[in-house]
């Protein structure tokens, strides 16, 4: 583990060190606000029920970030307990108000891939990849900022993957039986 945390420490340092500066402070400050409770997506989601087009694809999101809630936020936050980099290290200096839950895994990182994944799945790339871009920056803004351990915003964004895979399966059984979803060609 003391490799890992060596490892971890490094990629805060370096950022902190060389790639803050007051333009991206700001930037990485308002994109990890989009991700703060998953506010972002879960409004995106729920506009996407608003059209019988997009419905299912709204819910399907709504299911894949209900899963990743309950595996990071319910169960491997409080199960690992990892405390935050700041609370480790004094030399690491968060630049938002400090979060009171516990590190591991990125809730963050998690939300944003469960419910950008869906999208990357279900709907045309114009939407899709973007939806993927803006994840990655939400889960690189939590290091930047300095609350998480780059293994946490790994192993957010993988939980939030699987929960979206898992979402998609429930959404090709039970909401579009009829429907194939073909994802080669978007």
Known sequence: MGIIYSIDYSILMFLQEHIRN????????????LGNGGWFWIVLSLLLLINKKTRKIG????IALIIGALITNV????MVARIRPYDRYSDIIPLIAKPKDFS??????????????????????K??????ILAALIAFSRLYIGVHYP?????????????????????????NRNETIDIRNR
Request: contains cysteine; proline residues 4%.
């Open 75 to 78: 169960c491997l936050k409080n």
């Open 151 to 175: 293994t946490d915003v790994l192993f957010g964004i993988l939980i939030g993957i699987f929960s979206a895979y898992m979402a998609v399966i429930i959404y090709k059984k039970y909401l």
């Open 127 to 132: 939407i899709g990849i973007p939806a993927v």
């Open 22 to 33: 007051d333009i991206l402070t700001g930037i990485f400050k308002f994109i990890t606000m």
């Open 59 to 62: 819910l399907t999101a709504i």
């Open 104 to 125: 591991f895994p990125s809730g963050h990182s998690c939300a944003s891939f469960a419910a950008a994944f869906v999208y990357f799945k279900l709907m045309p790339k």
